[in-house]
């Protein structure tokens, strides 16, 4: 854990001055790499800890914690400020209860308060009234995507409309992947700035949609009625119907504006800057690091762009080590991203110099970096050139908007039971502002979306319709999740969705229990050794594929997961397949049945590939398509009740 406000704070510090706090210091040092105790009295340890560190872990009662971060008129306090505190999280001596003391959202102690609870089987307390409410926290919103607050923001009074219910303005001029946002902020499409912006006549780039409105309008108190089966990619942005300006005659709404353009909003609002801009320098050798702060400043002024939302400052490799150049980064606090001559070169521009090319072999530096996106954070080919070319008497500047990135993350929910749905998924959940799926796992996940989200959930069926729609809401730049049940990426909706992928948005894999696991954990250790996993559907995969692939698992002799085993229509694949084990493993071989693993109607089963392949067959009743059926190898035996296919270690 890193301080990005404090460049110089890193880590977790530990404070602990009793036995048990001790202890329980030394468990989260095990388990965090980046967690180190400090020694001394309380007040010692705590304010080296306040001074190094990102995040601070204080097992101490509250009170005592409080006392010791305000100090005494002597000592003077630990605490300089919102936007610098590290995060404070108290625990207790019998780690019951992680509390979120100071920087819940800015020094990030609600995450630490959850991480702690995670690792030591506490319970977080949380106590800021955004997450109470479930509503975004403006100071934060969006960081994870490089968001920053504009310095004058008015945070508490459009946080203060938020929490009440009130109607809150969005205004953005690109579609970010952002957090959902409330029912009561409603998304601005103006043709005309002139309240926003203080000029007259149309804007060249009209502020579109909200992020995060995918086609259908929503309910009316937030939510969003789900798709139907049929329900088709989803719709552009701009196809919201436009919210026109608020009436002269009445205060205007609040607002949250995101923009990288100077603006002055029209009523109390928290602008931010998304990290969208480039800025391309090309210099003589020598330059001053004046001449290129002045020419930069003053390009970005001439065309209205505020320089928070600069990512990065970029030139020719070459001039990676020109001392006007590095200074001018570091005056800035901008990075400074270098590239090779010929990647600039493959960069179309419109103002090429041959004068150029001879000296650092690219017929563009300034242009050329600009539009050259350097990571996964900016979409390759999609940047517009926003400042062309203009130079001083040693330098060259340009600036490039880049369009943001969308983000798909593939959600496993496990098998159906709470306790092992992971925290990440459940974080991604609540980050994403488009959640697609089908409908019952829809429903068994819907406290844990975010008031806001647009839900597309369809049935049986559907699964192309989905896939679609969960790529076109990413690819259109909103951050979307789609859901599956196990591990979304086995027998799921990943492969579906990520064959269309083409390289313009991110993807966040989080992993699930699948549902081969989740089967041997309940009948003991089937999968000890090497295994398969097999679906028997055929209603996409030819039978002669799917036979092929059994024989194989016979002849190799290891255990076999069946997904999809049987269904009403069609009852004769799984004896076929055991017909096929049983050829190289004996009658005797253990078959575990599990239905509606960790649900309530959960079905455990231990019988044999001979009880199950004899005519009749009455245990084959137990098999439906929410069963898995775990066929063991030559080696796998029923021990105490458990199945276990052994290791064949050679002390065993």
């Not at 259908?216 to 969003?224: L, T």
């Not at 194989?552 to 694949?573: I, L, M």
């Amino acid at each position: 854990m890193t301080d990005a406000r404090t460049p110089g704070r890193s880590g977790i510090g530990l404070v602990a001055v009793t036995a048990a706090g001790r202890a329980a210091a030394r468990d989260l040092q095990r388990a965090w790499p980046d967690a180190r105790h400090y020694d001394g009295t309380a007040r010692e340890a705590l304010t080296a800890a306040v001074t190094a560190c990102a995040g601070v872990v204080c097992f101490l009662a509250t009170g005592a914690t409080v006392r010791l971060l305000a100090g005494t008129p002597d000592t003077g306090s630990l605490l300089t400020g919102k936007d610098s505190d590290p995060g404070v999280v108290c625990v207790d001596e019998a780690r019951r209860w992680a509390v979120a003391l100071v920087g819940g959202h800015a020094g990030g102690a609600n995450d630490l308060a959850e991480r702690v609870a995670a690792t030591l089987g506490a319970t977080a307390v949380v106590t800021t009234a955004s997450d109470a409410a479930a509503v975004p926290a403006l100071d934060s919103f969006g960081a994870d995507i490089g968001l920053r607050v504009e310095p004058g923001s008015r945070l508490a009074a459009v946080g203060t409309a938020l929490l009440a219910e009130q109607p809150v303005t969005l205004y953005t001029d690109a579609v970010w992947p952002l957090p959902p946002l409330p029912g009561t902020v409603r998304p601005a499409d103006l043709t005309d700035l002139t309240d926003l912006t203080g000029r007259s006549g149309p804007a060249d780039h009209p502020f579109p949609t909200a992020p995060g409105a995918l086609g259908g309008a929503d309910e009316p108190d937030g939510s969003s009625a789900p798709a139907t089966s049929q329900a088709g990619p989803a719709t552009p942005a701009t196809s919201v119907p436009p919210v026109p300006p608020d009436r002269p005659d009445r205060p205007a709404a609040p607002a949250i504006v995101i923009t990288d353009r100077v603006v002055t909003p029209p009523a109390p609002a928290v602008v931010y800057r998304p990290p969208s801009l480039v800025v391309g320098v090309g210099a003589s050798r020598g330059v001053p690091a004046d001449e290129i702060v002045d020419l930069v400043e003053r390009a970005l002024a001439d065309a209205g762009l505020a320089p928070l939302a600069v990512r990065h400052l970029a030139t020719v490799e070459a001039k990676r080590d020109e001392a006007g150049i590095v200074a001018a980064a570091r005056r800035f606090g901008w990075p400074l991203v270098v590239h090779p001559a010929e990647a600039l070169a493959a960069v179309d521009v419109p103002h090429p110099s041959e004068v150029v090319r001879a000296a650092v072999g690219t017929p563009s530096v300034a242009e050329a970096a600009s539009l050259l996106g350097p990571d996964a954070g900016l979409s390759a080919g999609t940047a517009e050139l926003v400042v062309p070319k203009r130079a001083s008497a040693h330098a060259t500047v340009a600036v490039a908007r880049h369009r943001p990135r969308g983000r798909l993350a593939i959600v496993g929910l496990g098998p159906g039971d709470r306790d092992l749905l992971t925290p990440r998924a459940a974080r991604e959940l609540a980050r994403a502002s488009v959640i697609v799926g089908l409908d019952q796992y829809v429903d068994s996940v819907r406290d844990l979306i975010r008031p806001g989200a647009r839900v597309l959930a369809s049935g049986l069926g559907a699964e192309e319709a989905r896939a679609v729609a969960a790529v076109d809401a990413a690819r259109a730049g909103h951050a979307a999740a789609l859901i599956g049940s196990g591990d979304a990426g086995v027998y799921a909706m990943g492969s579906p969705a990520l064959e269309r992928a083409d390289g313009s948005f991110d993807v966040v894999g989080v992993p699930g229990v699948t549902a081969a696991l989740s089967a041997a954990a309940l009948l003991g250790a089937p999968l000890g050794h090497d295994h398969m996993m097999i679906s028997l559907s055929d209603l996409h995969t030819p039978w002669e594929v799917i036979e092929q692939r059994v024989r194989a698992a016979a002849q190799a002799d290891v255990a076999v997961a069946f997904y999809n085993p049987r269904s009403k229509a069609r009852t004769w694949q799984l004896p076929r397949a055991l017909t096929l084990l049983a050829a190289h493993r004996p009658l005797s071989t253990p078959v575990g049945i599990v239905t509606d693993a960790f649900r309530p109607a959960q079905q455990v089963t231990v019988t044999t590939i001979g009880e199950l392949s004899a005519t009749p067959a009455p245990r084959l009743e137990l098999v439906g398509m929410t069963t898995t059926v775990v066929v063991g190898s030559t080696h796998t035996r029923v021990v105490a009740g458990h199945v276990v296919t052994s290791r064949g270690y050679r002390w065993s």
